[in-house]
């Protein structure tokens, strides 16, 4: 059975400071791996989706890297906002179908 | 283009009542998830429709929870004699079902309340 790992539990970061989220999984036969981004009493918002085949990917500022070998995979956040503040969630797709979660990291940036 | 849509976004019930969500995914997507959300804890699936059929419902907690997808469209989980201990935040997700790549797009959630 897949578990996801996500450290930390929480993060306090002052504005403009480079942050790295961490996800770590048991099971290294996984087809994807989906990073989100959850705000306060919303739903979840998809930001980066990395194939197996794939080392990493990257959106604006955000870059997602995946290493399989070790079970690991790396949320980097450069020149962090306030408006990144939210819950980052790492998701494992093993089967093709259903999502394995991890607990989230709760990020708050400050002004 | 329309997102995922969830209705309602807040339910209050009383213990022992019957309840359904109901979820509209994105038009096109034949996948469909369920899952469960509780306070402070990342989402834990419930089933997954691969079009009008359940093709996983492994992760449904015992037979007060059921789901169905009747059109191949919208979906309603149906949850009968309700506990307080089903108090969360149901997410519904959708895909494409471009495998491998089927991105999931999540909905708003629905917050239940069994009081």
């Known amino acids: 059975k897949q578990e996801v790992t996500q450290i930390p539990a929480a993060l306090s970061v002052p504005e403009g400071e480079n942050l790295v989220l961490n996800c770590s999984f048991t099971d290294s036969a996984i087809y994807n791996l989906q990073w989100f981004r959850q705000d306060p009493g919303k739903g979840l918002t998809s930001l980066l989706l990395i194939q197996s085949s794939q080392r990493e990917q990257t959106s604006g500022r955000l870059n997602a890297s995946l290493d399989k070998s070790s079970g690991r995979s790396t949320l980097y956040i450069a020149a962090s906002q306030p408006g990144d503040s939210a819950t980052y969630l790492c998701a494992i797709n093993n089967a093709g179908n259903m999502l394995t979660f991890g607990g989230g990291t709760r990020l708050m940036v400050k002004p | 283009g329309a997102g995922v849509s969830q209705t309602p976004s807040n339910k209050v019930t009383e213990k022992g009542k019957y309840v359904e969500l109901r979820c509209d995914p994105i038009?096109?997507?034949?996948?469909l998830y369920w899952y469960r959300q509780s306070l402070g804890q990342g989402p834990e699936f419930l089933i997954y429709f691969q079009g009008t059929g359940a093709a996983d419902d492994s992760g449904l907690p015992n037979d007060r929870f059921f789901a169905v997808r009747p059109e191949g469209s919208v979906s309603t989980l149906k949850i009968q004699r309700t506990e307080r201990g089903d108090s969360a935040v149901y997410l519904c997700?959708?895909?494409?079902?471009?495998?491998?790549?089927?991105?999931?797009?999540f909905g708003p959630g629905t917050r239940l309340t069994v009081l």
């Open positions: 997700a959708s895909s494409a079902r471009v495998f491998p790549y089927n991105e999931q797009f």
């Open positions: 038009s096109g997507h034949t996948a």
